[in-house]
C-alpha cells in the first residue's frame, strides 16, 4: 500500500524474539504477586475474617504494584530520559553556527543568547534559505527571513518565554512584514525545516515566523510527562503575539496565521477554546498530523457532516476549515474557501493521529468506516490488541515514505499555497518548490 518491501520471515523472528521473553517474563512476576498475596491472605485471615483479610490483601498487591509503577519504574524513566535528553538540549550540530543577521534570534543583536536556545532552537534560527537563494528563486528581490525562538533556558516560564519572544519579534520587525506564523513546537523544540522554508520561499522571505521552547524530550515522552506545559506553551506564545498583533492599525497588520505538526499542533491548538475560534482569531493555519487529544480538532471532527468520514470530515460545508490528505483535497467539497483558510493535513494510516486510550475498549469510526487511502482495508478493532498495535505503530511512522504515516514534508508547498496564498504565486511555483523540498533529508 506504501511502496515498501514486504518483512517477510524476519518480522515473525523479532516478534517471537521479543515476545517469548516478555512472555516468561511477566508470568514469572503474576505467578510472584500471586504467591505474596496468598502469603499476606493467609497471615491476615488468622487475625481477621476471611472476606477482610483477602480484600485487604489484594488491595496491598494492587497499592504496591502501583507504587512500583509510578513512583519507581516510571519515574525512574523519567528521570533517566531527562538527563539523557538534557545533554542533548546542550549540545549543537555539527555546522551549525551562531546565525549573524539580526534577523535571527541567537544573533549578537538578538536579545535572547544563543547558548539558552536548545539544540533544536538553534537549528531552527541557523538554518533556512537566505535572501540571495529566495532571489535566485524568486527571480525578485527578497528579504532575509525573520526566524525568532525562545528556549527552555531562556526563560523560566511559558509566558515569560512568550513575552521575551514578542519583544524579540519587535527588535527585529516582525510585525512589518506580510506574514507572520506562530508555531507550535514538538516535544523536543524542533520545528520541520521543509515547512519553515516552505514559508519563507512561497513568501519571498517577507516572513516572520516565532516559536518557544517548552520541553526537550521526543514527542512520546512529553506526551506522558509534558503535555500540559505543551498546551502552556502554546496558549502563551499565540495570545502574546495576538496581543501585540491587535495593537496595531488595521492596515498595516502582517497575516497571522498558526501552525504545528504533530505535539507542535497540539500545543498551538491548546490557545483556541473551538473551531469558531481558531477562524476568529487568525487568519488561516495549517495544522498537520494532530494527535488524537488534540482539542478543537477533536470537536471539529466529531461535528462533521453525516456521510464523511473521519478521517476526511467535512465540517460547516469547509466554508473555513478542511482536512486534507492530499493537498488536492482543500479543493474540495465546492464553493467558497476563506478568508480565513484552516488546513488540517492528516493521512487515513498516520498512527499519531488515530492513537487513542478508547481504542482499548471502543472500536473507533475510522476503522469501522472504508479505509482512507494507505490503510489496509483487512485492518480490524481488537479490544485491547488493537490499541497496543497502534501504539507501536507510533515509532515507526516516520519509516515510510512521504506523502505516508507521519510524515508530510512534501505537501506542505501545495498546502501552504492553498491555506496562505502567497500573492503572484502560481501552480508552476508550487511544482518546482516541491522539487526542491522534497529533496531535503527528513530529520
Known amino acids: 500500500l506504501v511502496g515498501q518491501p514486504d518483512e517477510g520471515l524476519s ?3 523479532i516478534v517471537a524474539a521479543v515476545a517469548v521473553p516478555t512472555f516468561l517474563v511477566a508470568w514469572f512476576v503474576a505467578r510472584l504477586l500471586r504467591r505474596f498475596n496468598g502469603w499476606i491472605g493467609r497471615g491476615l485471615d488468622r487475625i481477621l475474617p476471611t472476606w477482610v483479610a483477602w480484600t485487604l490483601s489484594v488491595a496491598v498487591i494492587v497499592l504496591l504494584v502501583v507504587g512500583l509503577v509510578t513512583n519507581v519504574l516510571f519515574n525512574g524513566f523519567v528521570a533517566l530520559m531527562n538527563t539523557i535528553y538534557e545533554g542533548t538540549n546542550a549540545s549543537t550540530k555539527p555546522g551549525i553556527t551562531q546565525p549573524v543577521a539580526a534577523e535571527r534570534t541567537g544573533s549578537s543583536a538578538s536579545l535572547v543568547p544563543w547558548d539558552t536556545l536548545g539544540m533544536e532552537g538553534r537549528n531552527f ?12 528563486f524568486s527571480g525578485k528581490p527578497a528579504k532575509t527571513p525573520i526566524r525568532v525562538y525562545v528556549g527552555l533556558d531562556s526563560a523560566p516560564s511559558a509566558q515569560e518565554r512568550a513575552a521575551l519572544a514578542v519583544k524579540e519579534l519587535e527588535r527585529t520587525g516582525a510585525f512589518d512584514r506580510k506574514l507572520l506564523v506562530v508555531a507550535g513546537t514538538t516535544g523536543t523544540g524542533w520545528l520541520e525545516p521543509q515547512t519553515m522554508d ?19 524530550l521526543p514527542s512520546w515522552i512529553s506526551t506522558l510527562v509534558d503535555a500540559q506545559r505543551a498546551a502552556d506553551a ?3 506564545i499565540y495570545d502574546a503575539v495576538y496581543a501585540k498583533w491587535l495593537t496595531l492599525p488595521e492596515g498595516s497588520r502582517p497575516k497571522l496565521m498558526a501552525y504545528g505538526l504533530s505535539l507542535g499542533s497540539y500545543s498551538i491548538q491548546s490557545a483556541f477554546y473551538d473551531g469558531a475560534d481558531l477562524v476568529d482569531r487568525t487568519q488561516g493555519a495549517v495544522l498537520v498530523g494532530s ?9 471539529i471532527s466529531a461535528a462533521r457532516e453525516p456521510g464523511s468520514p473521519q478521517w476526511k470530515p467535512v465540517f460547516e460545508g469547509g466554508a473555513t476549515i478542511r482536512f486534507s490528505g492530499v493537498p488536492s483535497d482543500l479543493d474540495s467539497p465546492p464553493g467558497t474557501y476563506g478568508p480565513p483558510r484552516v488546513a488540517y493535513a492528516q493521512h487515513a494510516n498516520d498512527p499519531v493521529v488515530w492513537w487513542s486510550p478508547q481504542l482499548l475498549v471502543r472500536e473507533p469510526d475510522w476503522l469501522a ?27 515507526t511512522g516516520v519509516d515510510v515514505p512521504d ?24 501552480a508552476a511555483d508550487t511544482a518546482r518548490l516541491e522539487t526542491l523540498i522534497k529533496a531535503m533529508p527528513i530529520e
Not at 534560527?125 to 535566485?136: D, F, I, N, T
Not at 516552505?198 to 526537550?216: F, K, L, P, R
Not at 494527535?291 to 470537536?299: A, H, L, T, V
Open 369 to 395: 468506516e472504508p479505509p482512507g487511502p494507505g490503510r489496509t482495508p483487512t485492518m480490524r478493532w481488537y479490544p485491547v490488541v488493537t490499541f497496543l498495535q497502534v501504539t507501536v505503530d507510533q515509532f
Open 11 to 13: 518480522t515473525g523472528v
Open 234 to 236: 502554546g496558549r502563551a
Open 403 to 426: 506523502g505516508q504515516g507521519h510524515n508530510y514534508g512534501g505537501a506542505m508547498p501545495a498546502t501552504w499555497a492553498i491555506a496562505s496564498q502567497p500573492p503572484g504565486w502560481t
Open 125 to 136: 534560527v541557523a538554518r533556512g534559505p537566505s535572501a540571495a537563494q529566495l532571489e535566485e
Open 198 to 216: 516552505t514559508i519563507e520561499y512561497e513568501w519571498n522571505g517577507d516572513t516572520a515566523i516565532a516559536g518557544i521552547q517548552y520541553s526537550y
Open 291 to 299: 494527535p488524537n487529544f488534540s482539542q478543537p480538532w477533536g470537536m
